[in-house]
């Protein structure tokens, strides 16, 4: 008989009238459906049949579905399983080595020497971190000493013609309005050296160097400028205030007993006073 329309989901025999052999099973695959067929014939092979059948591929969309449904959770696990691991390694690695790149930076800047930082913990990177500590705490040491030493006279112990200029050059112009400068030039220092020796001249600079530093030095700067010149920069005073403790300073210079006066060489300075107009 005529062949049956395939319609979806149902089986259809359909009759041939000439004769076949028996054949496998064909299917075509689609998107939506799947469609086979296949021939067989009657036991008297008079007769020729064609089964067709066509079926919606619901399992396999449904399958689909699940499977893309379950990626998509297993993309969102994984992406926040990943993001808890970065965290956890930025808190625990990252952001501590970060700490000791910047400290690092800053000292080949030289911006804030001075500046540390701890990583707390017990692992690798804190011994790192101690170590790294231990190493800067020495270069700090060296960096203050060998700044003190840059700034400081090595006779008198105070500040040197270096220093002055860096200071100086830092003096804001509010400090200005009152500042005063004393200017001290120790008198018979080459007198003192030949008669003396340069011990005595060095111990007469030291005494100098001392008293400036107990008059001045509570509200002022001390420097030894160079020989026997010192200079002392004073934030608010005025210039009537600098002349008396410059005339004490003197007295007291004068009667101080020292080597020098057993042949004739009392210690005597010459002073020198300016202030700024508003002072």
Known sequence: GPAAEPRSGIASLSARA???QEREITGVFSEKTIRGETFFSSPDREDTFVLHITSDRYMYHQGMRTLNGALVVFAIVASMFLLIVYLMMDRIVVSRIRKMKDEVSRIRSFEDIAA???AGGGDEISELALGFSRVMDQ???AHNQVT???RTDALTGLYNRSYFNEYSSQVSEEQLKY???VVCDVDGLKLTNDMLGHA???ALLKKVAGSLKQTFGDTGEVFRFG??????LVENTTLQELECRGEALAKELADTPWIGQEK???IRVSLGYACSEEG
């Open 18 to 20: 000439e004769t076949r």
């Open 116 to 118: 540390s930082q701890q």
């Open 139 to 141: 270069l700090r040491a």
């Open 148 to 150: 003190a030493v840059s």
């Open 179 to 181: 500042m005063g400068v």
């Open 200 to 202: 005595a001249g060095d």
């Open 227 to 232: 020989g026997d010149e010192f200079i002392v």
């Open 264 to 266: 004739g060489l009392p």
